[in-house]
């Protein structure tokens, strides 16, 4: 569960570039490190001045790539982009996968790369999976204006025994215990630092939660629990037949439509001083509140 998922993604770019031309980045991630290949690696795709910038974090086991149909339809609206490849995935060097602990300062790298290249810009995420948990785990404040969190976890037990049973049926809650154990001893990290939900009411940003109906590594009740944890202005999207994987791909324009009328306001919407028209955000808000 967590060995590395190294990939040649950068080898792509410029099949890539054909049609969407991006620029590569290396973001760096450990200030005192001698090594040229220990930074974040991602692709950048400019937008429209004061558009507005979204980071755009994968699943486990994935890369930026499977971002790209994201990047295309928000860069279409005129949003830029960065797709990065967490630790121990794609480019982006690692020796295991964290389930968030380590992903998380990848995230604020990448933050922190945004604000200082497009200081005036405001800045969105939307994270899949464990690019979702990555992003709540984060140990600094990032200062987002808009998050997307998609097929979430609320905790790494919760995570563990659903996959477990998915593969071993109900003896996978037998095995867990044992298997949740093994991972936190060969991490060295606790448990408990691994529980989204736990730090999901520290995350400062307008929030919309993304779930399927059919996602059985993720079910339709944990993400309620999750949505009641994170603090107001607050959404959330179950999509009818949706399950864990890409709900771009499964859900479509429908996707491309939630995921554009919520950020518009956060990321456009500005009063006589430059910034947001907090009354009509929080109007608006609870007006959306548990769609």
Known sequence: MSGAAPTSVDSLSGTVSSDFPVESVQIPSDAGSSDGDSGVHGWLRRGEHGGGVVLLV??????????????????????????IDLQAHGETPGERITFGARESENVEAAVAFLRKNFPSERIAAIGVSL??????????????????????????????ENRLRLHLGEAGRVLSPLLLWQLTF????PPEALNPITRIGNLNAPLLLISGTDDRHTTV?????????????????????????????????????????????????????????????HQRAHSNNGI
């Open 221 to 281: 009740a944990e993400t309620g629990r999750l949505f009641e944890a994170a603090r107001q202005p607050k959404e959330m999207w179950i999509v009818p037949g949706g399950g864990h994987f890409n709900m771009h791909a499964y859900a479509g324009k429908e996707y491309e439509g939630h995921i554009l009328d919520f950020l518009e306001p956060y990321m456009h919407e500005r009063g006589a001083d430059g910034w947001m028209d907090q009354d009509a955000t």
């Open 58 to 83: 994968h699943s486990i086991r994935s890369n930026r790539v499977e971002m790209l149909s994201r990047a295309r339809f928000l860069n279409a609206r005129g949003y830029g982009v960065l797709l």
């Open 131 to 160: 690019g979702a948990a990555a992003i709540v785990l984060a140990g600094h404040p990032l200062r987002l204006d808009a998050v997307v969190l998609e097929s979430m976890h609320p905790t790494i037990k919760e995570a563990v």
């Open 186 to 189: 060969r991490l060295n990290v």
